[in-house]
């Protein structure tokens, strides 16, 4: 049985279809099972108006969006997610696993829109009141293996292609440059059980809780 010493906030990042939903789904189950109060939340989405906005972000009838409309409304949802649900949770002492955050923002409007970077890190700061993951997991796959696992039809942002995926997939490397103490990089293909076992490992090597027996 593992005791947490306080909360952490754990944040799960990569290209579609990489794999990264599945790792969160895993995780939150050791740890309620392990008797860490811990709940999971997703992006863009999470709470009634942020799912109203994701709908609107992901509707292939919203191709005409704009760029910073489009990273104004992922910033919005995030917002209201963040102070809805993750800040109260928190306080309380809870674990918070999130399936993306910040950091899909500076990957995709960054990397795949252009938008200049530090601008979209001072509209992050004031979207999530300036808190910041203890810990972050990009789960890194080519663009074309994710592409290969997608079932089901593409959203607007998936729609993208394999192009966009990757100038994606090139600014998360420059995210984990940036922020090296805080992001690890995952191989996601690896099994999901390999994958696993490397993040409860890392969470270990952190002293995030101590094992009592």
């Known amino acids: 049985m593992y005791i947490s010493n306080k909360s952490m906030f754990i944040t799960f990042e ?5 794999g990264k939903s599945s790792q969160t789904k895993r995780l939150l189950k050791r740890l309620n099972d392990e008797g860490i109060k811990t709940i999971l939340v997703r992006e863009p989405g999470g709470t009634p108006i942020s799912e109203e906005v994701r709908e609107i972000l992901l ?3 919203s191709k005409g969006m704009s760029d910073r409309t489009e990273a104004l409304l992922m910033t919005a ?15 309380l002492g809870h674990w918070i696993i999130a399936d993306r955050y910040a950091d899909s923002t500076l990957a995709y409007q960054g990397g795949g829109r252009e938008i ?21 997991f990009i789960v890194d796959v080519m663009p074309e293996e994710a592409f290969r696992r997608k079932t089901g039809e593409n959203d607007r942002i998936e729609s993208e292609g394999i192009a966009f995926q990757n100038e994606v997939r090139k600014k998360y490397g420059d995210l984990i440059k940036l922020f090296p103490d805080r992001i690890v990089l995952v191989d996601g293909h690896k099994s999901e059980e390999e994958i696993h076992n490397t993040i409860w490992e890392e969470l270990v ?7 009592k027996k």
């Open 14 to 18: 990569g290209i579609d279809g990489c």
């Open 59 to 61: 509707d292939n009838r």
């Open 77 to 91: 949802s995030r917002a209201q997610l963040t102070y809805e649900t993750i800040l109260p949770n928190l306080e």
């Open 116 to 136: 200049n970077l530090e601008w979209l890190i001072q509209l992050n700061h004031f979207a999530t009141f300036e808190i910041q993951p203890n810990l972050t």
């Open 205 to 211: 090597r952190r002293d995030y809780f101590n094992e």
